[in-house]
């Protein structure tokens, strides 16, 4: 069993898990629009990983983005891999870790596109 599944398994059985589906193109070519994922509560996010969070203007709304830094003050700055498609962190600023709803550790939809998601440095602001 690879990582990602282990820790897929340990968090169904701590109920840490929220499945979210993907609507648009912020994030292409990694997530694209009717991609179903999981999404682990309680992993601190590290810069590269994509993590869901309300969407500041609309709460009830979760987005998913990619965490482009972690500032200890500053926040969250999200960004969609898709930059010319995504409403992010340019558009409604940096987020506190706290509104963090998880990480999106794993795709289960389409099967086809089944897996873990990888962590990125391409839009890692170091």
């Excluded at 990582?3 to 840490?16: E, I, Q, W």
């Amino acid at each position: 069993m690879t990582g990602a599944a282990s820790l897929l398994v340990v968090a169904l059985a701590l109920r840490r898990v929220v499945r979210a589906e993907v609507d648009g193109h912020s994030m292409v070519p990694a997530l694209q629009a009717g991609d179903r994922v999981v999404v682990v509560r309680g992993l601190a996010p590290r810069a590269g990983d994509v993590v869901a969070v309300p969407d500041p203007r609309r709460p009830s709304r979760l987005l998913v983005k990619r965490v482009r830094s972690v500032g200890a003050d500053a926040g969250l700055e999200l960004a969609g891999d898709n930059a010319q498609a995504s409403t992010d962190s340019r558009a409604f600023g940096a987020v506190a870790s706290s509104e963090v709803v998880g990480r999106v550790v794993w795709r289960y939809w389409p099967p086809h596109r089944r897996g873990p998601l990888a962590r990125s440095s391409a839009l890692v602001v170091r």
